[in-house]
């Protein structure tokens, strides 16, 4: 009896110590989520914890070893500079946090291929945004495709064609009902890792990257992308005609954060089924998205600011109060070949046109590439850099980084030059002349004294000069080259100073690009020096162009080789070029050669070669 109380007594106590070890273990934190758990909003401001409570961990508190210390402060570093540069252009910085961002949800937060419809609707279309739809689109395509993502959409969905009654009411747009309809009539939905990606994708934009553009930003078919561009953005209106009309403007009316614009093939495209939602999303973009390789910050004193990406992209941002909204543009330079010619020019009689800016360029003739803002001049330049003399040195000065000259041709003696605080492309200039210069290019001629500076040095200080400008008309484009040498270097003789333009510039080729998205050279003129032009044989006409040259103040004659036939998409030969610049470029490439450009040129005057 005795022995069974002492045994009832001794499991009792047992349970008793199990039932109190029980209540002083910690136990496994286990999260029940609901479905408002698994919102976009509350994921994003999730991982927006997590990441932060990484970065301001100290490990040396948690009394690890120091390998283990050591490799979990290199963790927290990595991920620190991804935080900071993914937003800059940045491709590797870019993915290891859209990385971490996928193990957060996974494994942390909960993910699975039941709750993440509940962030994003992808088993009920219906409930699912447009923007939804376009970037699961994007992440499908994607798997098909390496690059180039959204011009492929555009050509399979029919999304570049203009829309309006009247040729001259004509735009491209991309609306919510484009998207919706490319999205039912695409055949292949995806699995479970491509929504994922989706929602990934989502996570980074809202938190890291620039919002609603980001993947359009990164995608290699676009020539540029901007944003705030548009929309109502003051409120300056009678108060009783707001109250009149509030309830259309509330629906119809878009807003600066509301509006986005592309350039695709030279074409300017609304996506109108794009927005940041409000004000401040749009602010946080503009407010990073200038950050790489800029000289100062953004602000009240300092509103409108220029930098590139890491990928030497162009960016320029605004503010107010100079801007009446927050505004970005991204000018991309990697949309299209630069070093195969073919791919710039493409209409018809291309190849005469391309052999006859290779003679050009081998012949070491000093040329302009003028034109509107976007309309291919940097592209062309960069390609015609491959027909110049590889034993040739090249040096390059630019307000900032865009050409990139010495990332397409890496082999070559190039060295590449920006402006920067006091040191201005004026000090670039000439200070190439003591850099064993043969070739220099200008990016962009810019004010006049730079411009001084681009003639000084094609007088003396290199083989060639090359540069690009704005000007409309070659005889514009003389003027203020000219105007520069007067104004910027003390040259009081007009007459000197022009004569000294047209004794170093030879060709202006003029680039340009329509409303309809086609590139092409409007017109290739050569600039002939008058002293050099021979009189004619006809006494009669000989009088005539003797008293014209004393009336007419130009020191020189412009002719124009190529045209460009806008009706039948074609380039013309309309002359051939001068005795004067054939001797010039038979001084480099010797007679033969020239001789052979020049029967070339003949063979298509007049079409006969068509």
């Known amino acids: 009896m005795n022995g069974f109380i002492a045994v009832m007594i001794a499991i009792l106590l047992m349970i008793i110590v199990i039932l109190l070890a029980d209540a002083f273990i910690p136990k496994k934190n286990t999260i029940v989520r609901g479905t408002e758990d698994f919102k976009e909003e509350r994921l994003c401001e999730a991982c927006r914890q997590a990441v932060n409570e990484l970065l301001n961990s100290d490990f040396q508190e948690l009394n690890l070893n120091m390998e283990e210390t050591l490799k979990r402060e290199q963790q927290q570093a990595r991920l620190r500079k991804a935080t900071r540069q993914a937003c800059l252009g940045d491709t590797g910085d870019r993915e290891y946090l859209k990385e971490y961002i996928k193990e957060l949800l996974q494994k942390k937060l909960g993910v699975d291929e039941k709750t993440i419809n509940y962030s994003i609707p992808f088993n009920n279309p219906l409930q699912m945004s447009a923007q939804d739809k376009f970037e699961y689109l994007y992440v499908l395509y994607r798997k098909k495709y390496a690059g180039g993502i959204f011009g492929m959409m555009c050509r399979d969905f029919g999304w570049l064609e203009a829309r309006g009654r009247a040729e001259a009411e004509k735009i491209y747009c991309i609306t919510e009902e484009d998207i919706n309809r490319a999205y039912s009539e695409y055949p292949q939905k995806g699995n479970y890792n491509d929504m994922l990606d989706t929602l990934v994708q989502r996570c980074y934009q809202k938190l890291y990257g620039h919002d609603c553009t980001d993947i359009l930003i990164m995608d290699e078919s676009l020539d540029g992308i901007s944003a705030g561009v548009g929309g109502k953005t003051r409120v300056e209106y009678n108060y009783l005609e707001e109250l009149k009309s509030f309830a259309d403007e509330s629906v119809n009316s878009s807003r600066g954060y509301d509006t986005v614009y592309c350039v695709l093939h030279g074409k300017l495209i609304r996506l109108k089924f794009l927005s940041f939602g409000n004000a401040q999303n749009l602010e946080r973009v503009v407010k990073n998205i200038y950050r790489y390789n800029t000289r100062t910050t953004l602000s009240q004193k300092n509103p409108v600011l220029h930098g590139t990406f890491k990928n030497g992209s162009r ?217 050099n032009r021979e009189y004619p044989d006809n006494l009669d006409k000989a009088t005539k162009e003797f008293y014209r040259r004393q009336t007419d103040r130009n020191a020189y004659s412009l002719n124009n080789i190529v045209e460009f036939d806008k009706a039948a998409m074609s380039y013309r030969i309309v002359r051939n070029i001068s005795e004067y610049t054939l001797h010039k470029m038979a001084e480099r490439i010797g007679i033969r050669r020239a001789e052979e450009l020049y029967s070339l040129l003949n063979s298509y005057i007049g079409g006969a070669a068509d």
């Open 315 to 531: 960016v320029v941002v605004a503010r107010p109060p100079v801007s009446d909204g927050w505004v970005f543009y991204v000018r991309k330079f990697m949309s299209s070949n630069a070093k195969k010619m073919e791919s710039l020019l493409i209409h018809k009689n291309n190849d005469v046109v391309i052999e006859l800016l290779k003679y050009i360029t081998q012949g070491e003739l000093n040329f302009v590439i003028s034109g509107p803002m976007g309309g291919g001049k940097t592209t062309l330049l960069k390609a015609l850099v491959g027909y110049m003399n590889p034993q040739y040195t090249i040096r390059v000065a630019e307000s900032s980084f865009e050409l990139n000259i010495n990332n397409l041709y890496p082999e070559r003696n190039i060295h590449v030059m920006q402006a920067r605080g006091d040191f201005s492309i004026y000090d670039i200039i000439t200070g190439t002349k003591k850099m064993d210069t043969d070739i220099l290019i200008v990016g962009e001629v810019n004010e006049p004294k730079i411009a001084g500076a681009y003639i000084q040095v094609a007088q003396s200080g290199s083989r060639m000069a090359v540069t690009t400008l704005h000007h409309e008309t070659s005889r514009k484009l003389i003027e203020y080259l000219r105007n520069a040498l007067v104004t910027e270097f003390g040259i009081t003789n007009v007459g000197i100073a022009e004569k000294q333009v047209v004794d170093i510039l030879n060709f202006d080729v003029h680039m340009v690009h329509d409303l309809e998205g086609n590139f092409y050279i409007e017109r290739i003129t050569e600039i002939i020096p008058e002293a």
